[in-house]
């Protein structure tokens, strides 16, 4: 279905575009040397990372360079037109996101058929984690870096000081070792407060009441009803493996009830 983002009003509401820095300029296609795009849960750390380095930097009267932010809603397909808009006047653009590169070949595919002159970087260039989950504070380093840059090719000095990484970095900087220096209590993991599967363990428990059962559990952060005081896990192997293990111990003890606990996200990828 070929839909114009630019101008369908629901889907430029998953799309939004927001503007910051010093020069803030609410015009489209108003020039600012980087563009930032991101989506999921990387957008609220870019949104957060932002929001430090705008705070540090109004505390030590550093001035930070215009941005442009783009938080993607629907990557697929991919939002041309959004993008293009959201291109125009940026010199470069910075992508954060997780797992494989979409949104980042989204750019870089439109920048070809467009002879965009704007620079996409990334995961791709090395200028995002290209590997397990961004965080706020990676962000914020990162983001840092690449606003100086956009700073000194501003002013006109490639070897400019990286101000806004220094502040990023101090802020960021551990606060020292603790005081205390006493042995740590013990705390043994558990399942989190509110989980659904502690109420299915203790409902299975129930239900099986004195009669013997083996409980077969599977791959997953339910193996934790293994541990007192539910103790509703007596095997784990693998993915699946609960319901065929189960199948097993009925077989081979068929006085015991064979119970197997697997996830939902397990089962339809190997329990079936």
């Known amino acids: 279905i070929a839909r114009d983002y630019g101008t369908d009003p629901v889907l ?26 991101a989506g999921g849960v990387s957008a609220a750390y870019t949104r957060e990372a932002l929001a430090l380095i705008a705070r540090e930097a109004a505390c030590a009267g550093v001035p930070v360079p215009p941005w442009r932010l783009m938080q993607v809603g629907t990557p697929y397909p991919f ?7 959201f291109a125009e006047g940026l010199d470069e653009i910075v992508v954060f996101e997780e797992l494989d590169s979409v949104l980042e070949e989204g750019l870089l595919a439109l920048a070809g058929r467009d002879h965009a002159a704007w620079r996409v970087r990334g995961r791709l260039t090395g ?18 870096r690449l606003l100086d840059e956009a700073a000194a090719r501003a002013a006109g000095a490639p070897d400019g000081r990286p101000a806004l ?5 101090a802020a960021l900087a551990p606060a020292g070792a603790p005081a205390y220096d006493g042995p740590l209590p013990v705390r043994p993991p558990v399942l989190c407060a509110g989980c659904p599967h502690r109420g299915s363990f203790y409902a299975v428990k129930r239900a099986l009441g004195k009669r013997p059962a083996v409980l077969c559990g599977d791959i997953g952060c339910y193996t934790l009803g293994n541990a007192a005081p539910l103790d509703a896990v007596d095997t784990c192997l693998c993915m699946g493996a ?28 190997s329990g079936l």
């Open 79 to 85: 939002p041309a037109d959004v993008a293009r808009a």
């Open 127 to 144: 200028d995002a984690r290209d590997r397990g989950e961004n965080d706020a504070e990676d962000i914020a380093r990162r983001l840092a």
């Open 242 to 269: 609960g319901i065929t293990i189960a199948q097993g111990m009925a077989v081979a003890d068929p006085a015991k009830k064979a119970v197997a606990f697997v996830g939902d996200s397990t089962f339809f990828a």
């Open 12 to 37: 430029a509401a998953f799309n939004p575009v927001e503007e910051g820095g010093d020069a803030q300029t609410g015009a489209s296609g108003a020039s600012a040397p980087l563009g930032i795009v």
């Open 165 to 169: 990484a220094d502040l990023v970095e």
